[in-house]
T-cell receptor, first 116, second 115 residues
Framework: AQSVTQPDIHITVSEGASLELRCNYS??????LFWYVQSPGQGLQLLLK??????LVQGIKGFEAEFKRSQSSFNLRKPSVHWSDAAEYFC??????????????FGAGTRLAVHP | DADVTQTPRNRITKTGKRIMLECSQT?????MYWYRQDPGLGLRLIYY???????NKGEISDGYSVSRQAQAKFSLSLESAIPNQTALYFC??????????????FGQGTRLTVV
């Protein structure tokens, strides 16, 4: 069965420090992978997605993620964190149909706190 | 106006009551989804619909029902609310989910408390 694991429930970083949020997936075929961000009191916003091709994908707000098939990982990174990045981050895999997907399966989320 | 609008945004209800959460979208998408979010569990799929006549159960559909009144409207009902249905509920829409340019758009959520 498809699943997504985000090993870190909470992460705290200092403003200006680099960030890496971990995501591991379990999926039998080529995965469709996503990172979403949820700011307090808000819905989810797509940061970036991977379907195929270049394994390093760029997203909005200065985020990037790298797909590593050998490690079943899709970690999210940002070189320098801003206070406004404090939020909850969700990794998701597209699942449901062969050769594509018709629903998203989410990880449990990682809550990011940023110290000034 | 938001692309995906959920009403109400907050609701407190009593155990055993019937409650309906509503979702409407202006994206023109065929596909609509209901998720619930619980701390430490992420978002879990309750129901999804690919068009007005196509309704599918997600991983946690027990205790819930849905109605797709129109392409733009998808409602979630709790027939007899219980306290463990206290959660944050999200509606989402997408078009051609599976296409390279596909993206899911989420509402701002409905915080439901069952007492």
């Amino acid at each position: 069965a498809q699943s997504v694991t985000q090993p870190d429930i909470h992460i705290t970083v200092s403003e200006g420090a680099s960030l890496e949020l971990r995501c591991n997936y379990s999926y039998g075929a080529t995965p469709y992978l996503f990172w979403y961000v949820q700011s307090p009191g808000q819905g989810l916003q797509l940061l970036l997605k991977y379907f195929s091709g270049d394994t390093l994908v760029q997203g909005i707000k200065g985020f990037e993620a790298e797909f590593k098939r050998s490690q079943s990982s899709f970690n999210l990174r940002k070189p320098s964190v801003h206070w406004s990045d404090a939020a909850e981050y969700f990794c998701a895999v597209g699942a449901g149909v062969s050769g594509g997907y018709n629903k998203l399966i989410f990880g449990a989320g990682t809550r990011l706190a940023v110290h000034p | 106006d938001a692309d995906v609008t959920q009403t109400p945004r907050n609701r407190i209800t009593k155990t055993g009551k019937r409650i309906m959460l509503e979702c409407s979208q202006t994206k023109g998408h065929d596909r609509m989804y209901w998720y619930r979010q619980d701390p430490g569990l992420g978002l879990r799929l309750i129901y999804y619909s690919f068009d007005v006549k196509d309704i599918n159960k997600g991983e946690i559909s027990d205790g819930y029902s849905v109605s797709r009144q129109a392409q733009a409207k998808f409602s979630l009902s709790l027939e007899s609310a219980i306290p463990n249905q206290t959660a944050l509920y999200f509606c989402a829409t997408s078009d051609l989910w599976g296409a390279l340019n596909a993206e899911a758009f989420f509402g701002q959520g409905t915080r439901l408390t069952v007492v």
